[in-house]
């Protein structure tokens, strides 16, 4: 009866064994493929990105934060802030970011702050531009087209 | 230019680190390619801690008043050990196998270097959070609550934005494209590390190749330098492996410096993110456990009084403690939860085959001291990720779609690990005794 349960659990055990065995092959098998991908998308579809400037990756992967945030830093005093009207969460993140010190403030989130902050300029998308004659339009000097539109709060 | 002086930089990091580990006496006789990888590590966790507390003190951070003292101290070094100083020596393994492997090893990372550099920072969390601390912190000149307050991030902690504007610091100027470099860094060392541990327990062939199994996974390689590199996870996965992974080694012991230096590195990752204040309580716990033996109370100090900086710095500047305690268990979730995670572990184009392995292993292992610890911290932690979804206001749907395999990110060195060690003993060691005894 021993031998009996002893040589069931030996099976048992070459089986789970073999099983194992078969996955970490596989596992190999499916890593080496993934590599080979990964160098085929390289040298592939992200090949022009080699031959990018940083200013022209930033333009490839962002094309209006970019002419904004530009602006923004070449015109804004430091210590101005800015409010962002409209909904591109992505495009207030990214100019949070690029132009700090100055402030960015966007209209959906401006009540999580338990005081209310002071903004010094609207800042508006080429999609929500109003139409005030204060404005002052951010054109792309390459395309032509309008980026976005500031306003000064005490205007 | 810059590119130079951020190698320069993480070998300086890492000497720092290196000379530290070698004075507490951890890793003596053992692989320079294991000092220097989890030297790295200490060296970070010094600046981190030094500019936290230069901020906090009101000492203003320059070249000379953050690297200064450090120079000094590996100049120091040198003299002290004039002499007793073993030399690096390079020696590339023997067999075709192990050279293959490690090839492909090396092509990893630079497959992971120059995807980092393909793109501008572009991550979310990078964009919104770590680098705009690293950015915010060095133009602010140091951590201002309210520059905390204006992000709404108030309990998120400042290493990674520390450790980004240091390097701003040395250079003078912010340089994100450069520092996106770090994160494959990050990936190197933990490759490096996690070689070095695992071929102190098997032959280098197969160490070499479940290296290569772990470095290859997908989500790793995004965070290391493709669209995900920037975010705090990676380098958080980093000081987990190395803080569990000495820590169960020095569970039980009564060497006092060793366990001074391990205990302060088991607290540092409550200073890369959030979930690493759950990851020291857990550590926190089994070292308190081994007391009885060690006697060495005072020596875990050093990772307390980490614990504590952090949350009465928080407490001192009205930030707010974190937002864990904000939520109440909603158990209604549990089944949205159960399969959201579910269809994680077994998405294998980001994980190839790590979570159905690591699942069909834990039936399977061989239960040692160390295995078996090394499986309790890695449920604990896990199940606190999966406690934050039944506490989150969010929809957790939606929330685990976004964040959950950044968690596994966490834990995903020591799953890999654990699956090493196990596949070893049921698979090739048998073997190896096998023809051992013939």
């Keep these: 009866m021993q031998k009996k349960n002893f040589s069931k659990n030996n099976k048992i055990a070459s089986i789970a064994r073999l099983l194992l065995f078969s996955l970490i092959i596989f596992w190999m098998f499916l890593s080496i493929l993934r590599l080979g991908y990964s160098f085929f998308r390289l040298l592939g579809e992200e090949r022009y990105l080699f031959s990018l400037s940083a200013a022209e990756k930033k333009q490839a992967f962002f094309a209006n934060p970019d002419i904004i945030d530009e602006y923004i830093t070449k015109h804004l005093k430091q210590e101005d802030a800015i409010m962002l009207y409209g909904t591109d969460g992505g495009l207030y993140f990214r100019l949070r970011y690029l132009v700090y010190p100055r402030k960015v403030y966007w209209e959906n989130n401006i009540g999580l702050y338990p005081v209310k902050p002071n903004w010094s300029y609207k800042l508006y998308t080429e999609k929500n531009l109003p139409s005030s004659k204060n404005i002052k339009l951010i054109i792309d000097s390459k395309t032509h087209k309008i980026a976005g539109g500031l306003v000064k709060t005490n205007e | ?282 550590l926190a716990f089994l070292w308190l456990s081994s007391l009885k033996k060690t006697k060495n109370l005072f020596a875990l100090v050093t990772g307390f009084t980490l614990f504590a900086f952090w949350n009465v710095f928080k407490l001192n500047q009205g930030l707010q403690l974190s937002y864990l305690f904000k939520g109440s268990l909603d158990l209604t979730r549990t089944t949205a939860i159960f399969s959201g995670v579910m269809s994680e572990f077994i998405n294998i184009s980001r994980w190839n085959l790590l979570w159905i392995a690591f699942f069909i292993l834990i039936f399977l292992f061989k239960k040692t001291k160390e295995n078996v610890l090394l499986l309790l911290i890695i449920f604990l932690q896990l199940w606190v990720y999966i406690l934050i979804y039944f506490i989150t206001p969010l929809n957790p749907a939606a929330q685990i779609i976004g964040s959950f395999d950044r968690l596994l990110l966490h834990l995903m060195p020591l799953v890999m690990f654990f699956i090493a060690l196990t596949s070893y003993d049921i698979l090739i060691r048998p073997k190896l005794f096998d023809a051992k005894s013939k």
């Excluded at chain 2, 979310?124 to 307050?149: C, L, N, Q």
């Excluded at chain 2, 996690?194 to 989500?219: D, I, N």
């Design chain 2, 1 to 282: 230019m810059n590119e130079i002086l951020l190698i320069i930089y993480v070998c300086f990091l890492s000497l720092i680190g290196a000379t530290i580990l070698d004075i507490a006496k951890i890793f003596s006789g053992r692989s320079k390619l294991l000092l220097f990888s989890i030297g790295f590590g200490v060296g970070v966790s010094m600046i981190i801690i030094q500019m936290f507390l230069f901020s906090w003190l009101g000492i203003a951070w320059s070249r000379e008043v953050l690297f200064g003292p450090w120079l000094l101290w590996l100049v120091l070094y040198g003299i002290a050990k004039r002499g007793k100083i073993s030399h690096l020596s390079i020696s590339l393994p023997k067999g075709s196998i192990e050279k293959v492997l490690l090839v492909l090893l090396v092509i990893l990372f630079c497959y992971a270097a120059i995807e980092s550099q393909l793109r501008p920072v572009i991550g979310w969390d990078a964009v919104a959070t770590w680098f705009m601390t690293g950015k915010g912190f060095f133009i602010d000149g140091g951590i201002r609550p309210e520059f905390y307050r204006y992000l709404q991030i108030q309990d998120n902690p400042p290493g990674m934005g520390l450790i980004l504007s240091s390097f701003y610091v040395l250079i003078g100027k912010v340089d994100d494209q450069v520092t996106l470099l770090f994160f494959t860094v990050f990936y190197g060392m933990l490759l490096c590390a996690f070689l070095s541990l695992l071929s102190e327990k098997m032959p280098l062939r197969y160490s070499l190749f479940f290296t290569f199994l772990f470095a290859s996974t997908q989500e790793l390689l995004r965070q290391a330098g493709r669209f995900e590199a920037g975010y705090a996870d990676l380098p958080l996965a980093y000081f987990f492996f190395v803080s569990t992974c000495l820590s169960l080694e020095y569970f039980g012991k009564r060497n006092f410096r060793s366990i001074v230096v391990v205990s302060f590195l088991s607290a540092v990752p409550i200073f890369i993110k959030n979930e690493g204040s759950t990851m020291y309580i857990i």
